[in-house]
Nanobody, 114 residues
Framework: QVQLVESGGGLVQPGGSLRLSCAASGSIISTYHMGWYRQAPGKQRELVAVIFSGGSTDYVDSVKGRFTISRDNAKNTVYLQMNSLKPEDTAVYYC????????WGQGTQVTVAS
């Protein structure tokens, strides 16, 4: 069983930056594939970024060059650095851990507005 707790969301102006954190407990996540998803009002949840257990990463096209996913296995934590934020990045961001079973955090709100 894995528990995931996201933090770092908030209100930011367009062009600003935020760093989301996902702290895991209950299991060591170094062998898990870890992802960040987001869900905007009225839209389906979408995969934003993933970091595989081997360290490779992948991103949805809309965030490539702006977002960076990373993991600190010593802290059992995954991060999402978000730069050059746009209003269309506004959503609830969820952390996801997958290794056979899938686990979700409760989400953190990111609002990009002036």
């Amino acid at each position: 069983q894995v528990q995931l707790v996201e933090s770092g969301g908030g209100l930011v102006q367009p062009g600003g930056s935020l760093r989301l954190s996902c702290a895991a407990s209950g299991s060591i996540i170094s062998t898990y594939h870890m992802g960040w998803y987001r869900q905007a009002p009225g839209k389906q949840r979408e995969l934003v970024a993933v970091i595989f257990s081997g360290g490779s990463t992948d991103y949805v096209d809309s965030v490539k060059g702006r977002f960076t996913i990373s993991r600190d296995n010593a802290k059992n934590t995954v991060y999402l650095q978000m730069n050059s934020l746009k209003p269309e990045d506004t959503a609830v961001y969820y952390c996801n851990a997958r290794q056979g079973l899938t686990y979700w955090g409760q989400g953190t709100q990111v609002t990009v507005a002036s």
